[in-house]
């Protein structure tokens, strides 16, 4: 059908006829005109073909991503609130005039009282969780609360003075990229939102053989690589001076939740974030 279409191309239909042998010294010529068109028109509806894969495959992959970032966000929005609201009950049946007085306590204060007892491991950490739960309420600071804090301030309780170390007691807020077992170090990447943790990392396993007690896990951008704190999994971390402002990263939850209970005390820090938070 080419090899005609592309003849009679080449013939004059008002010129006569021409001879046999004319027509076949022409056939090479027009077997290859064909066969150039035709590989031409393959080329042409392979690749359109293609590019209609790729872009569905595009679209239907943004759409697959969009929906499981939103799936995973709410479901870690909906723990949080589940986990919060117990603390919350917890909270509400302890001496508040006591909780505020602990969580105001300077570091050496702390140290020490922990140390004598006369301040419980417990109570440190009902005071920090309380003064916590206030900050993150308009922050969005702390994305977990580590459900085996309660069980290992008992454990600390229950250890005889010479035996508590030099962090006993004292309550600690964990970066979320950290590894803490029983809850997810995700750095805001979806791939990892659900692989929970086994084991400490190795800082966290030493926060702990000092005597310290990992209570909470806070918000980070994506990935850390970013001087503000934001990702998909968590949402956005709000300066607790300023609605709307940033609260600075890469550690923007830590900086949030010490900025906005313990701002303005001699904390200690040199960080990026720390001249916005008031740290």
Not at 185 to 208: E, H, I, N, Y
Request: proline share 4%; charged share 20%; aromatic share 6%.
């Amino acid at each position: 059908f080419y090899c005609l279409i592309h003849f009679y191309k080449r013939v004059d239909l008002d010129a006569n006829m021409e001879s046999d042998s004319s027509i076949v010294k022409q056939l090479p010529d027009v077997v290859m005109d064909a066969a150039i068109s035709v590989s031409r028109e393959a080329l042409l509806s392979t690749l359109g073909g293609v590019l209609a894969v790729y872009i569905t495959f595009r679209a239907g992959k943004y759409l697959y991503v969009r929906r499981k970032v939103h799936r995973l966000a709410r479901e870690n929005r909906t723990a949080l609130e589940e986990s919060e609201a117990r603390l919350n009950i917890v909270i509400q049946s302890q001496d508040q005039s006591q909780l505020e007085e602990v969580s105001l306590l300077t570091w050496d204060q702390l140290v020490e009282r922990l140390q004598s007892g006369s301040v419980t491991a417990l109570t440190a950490l009902r005071a920090y969780q309380c003064a916590a739960l206030g900050v993150q309420a308009r922050t969005n600071s702390v994305v977990a609360w580590i459900e085996d804090a309660e069980e290992q301030a008992k454990q600390l309780d229950s250890l005889p003075r010479e035996e508590r170390g030099p962090l006993h007691g004292v309550p600690v807020s964990i970066k979320e990229c950290y590894d803490v077992a029983g809850t997810y170090s995700t750095a805001g990447m979806a791939f990892l939102a659900r692989r929970p943790v086994t084991r400490d990392c190795p800082a966290v396993q030493l926060v702990k053989q000092l005597g310290g007690v990992p209570f909470c896990k806070t918000n980070v951008p994506q990935v850390m690589l970013s001087l503000q704190c934001s990702n998909p999994l968590y949402g956005t971390t709000e300066n607790p001076w300023g609605r709307g402002r940033e609260a600075g990263g890469s550690s923007g939850g830590e900086g949030a939740l010490i900025g906005g209970r313990w701002g303005g005390r001699d904390s200690g820090v040199v960080r990026a974030w720390a001249p916005l938070l008031g740290a």
